[in-house]
């Protein structure tokens, strides 16, 4: 009973760099998010998909790109690491439709750029 | 532009002590309001939604549409009760955009 799982766990990187988090769930939800939690910033959202093939900027979208590659998949790309994308990314699925669905988070990737 | 404001970063509470930790927000239509909860090493999870009226781990969280608030309540502090804690609104749309609140975090003393 995985649920969202996103890897890796744990990167480091250097300025410039580029990197892909991926996240992937098991729940047949249609929609997806992408957050980055900062001390004194709570969760911000990076980018959502509503449903396959469809994306949406969030709040913070700026250096991010995403790709919902099917269902389960939605994952986030860092083009051009720079330090302030230092953060812990949070992916998360939710049921698509009416009525108060609540989302379903992974554990979560510490990322640092150095 | 729907909008959530936790205004306490920080909570202390004695062990026993009543708990309630503050959610505002903003929002043109119908809101639809959760707590979420992320204890230490663990992952965000739903505490409780406004919909269900229920009551999760003790801690109960009223909709007041006139103050536009959302205030998540506990008569009894517990010491595992010390976690963060996120009121966040999503967007009663298709999209079900969430905006989450810049979190609380709760501290219970023995």
């Known amino acids: 009973n995985a649920g969202v799982t996103q890897t890796p766990k744990f990167q480091v990187l250097k300025t410039g760099q580029s990197m892909t988090l991926q996240c992937a769930q098991d729940?047949?939800?249609?929609?997806m998010y992408w957050y980055r939690q900062d001390p004194g910033m709570g969760l911000r959202l990076i980018y959502y998909?509503?449903?396959?093939?469809?994306?949406d900027k969030g709040e913070v979208p700026n250096g991010y790109n995403v790709s919902r590659l099917n269902k389960r998949e939605f994952s986030l790309r860092l083009e051009s690491a720079a330090p302030s994308q230092t953060s812990v990314y949070f992916c998360?699925?939710?049921?698509?439709?009416?009525?108060?669905?609540?989302?379903?988070f992974g554990d979560g990737t510490r990322l640092s750029i150095l | 532009a729907q909008r959530v404001t936790q205004p306490e970063k920080l909570l202390s509470v004695f062990k026993g002590a009543p708990v309630e930790l503050k959610c505002n927000y903003s929002?043109?239509?119908?809101?639809?309001l959760f707590w979420y909860v992320q204890y230490s090493r663990q992952r965000l999870q739903l505490l409780l939604r406004?919909?269900s009226r229920e009551s999760i781990k003790g801690f109960t969280a009223d909709l007041n549409k006139g103050e536009t608030s959302f205030h998540l309540k506990k008569p009894f502090a517990q010491e595992e009760d010390s976690a963060m804690y996120y009121c966040?609104?999503?967007?009663?749309?298709?999209?079900?955009?969430?905006?989450f609140g810049t979190g609380t975090k709760l501290q219970v003393i023995p």
């Open positions: 998360a699925s939710s049921p698509r439709g009416a009525g108060n669905q609540p989302q379903h």
């Open positions: 729940m047949n939800h249609n929609s």
């Open positions: 998909s509503a449903s396959e093939g469809t994306t």
């Open positions: 929002y043109s239509g119908s809101p639809e």
């Open positions: 406004h919909i």
């Open positions: 966040a609104l999503q967007d009663s749309g298709g999209y079900q955009k969430v905006t």
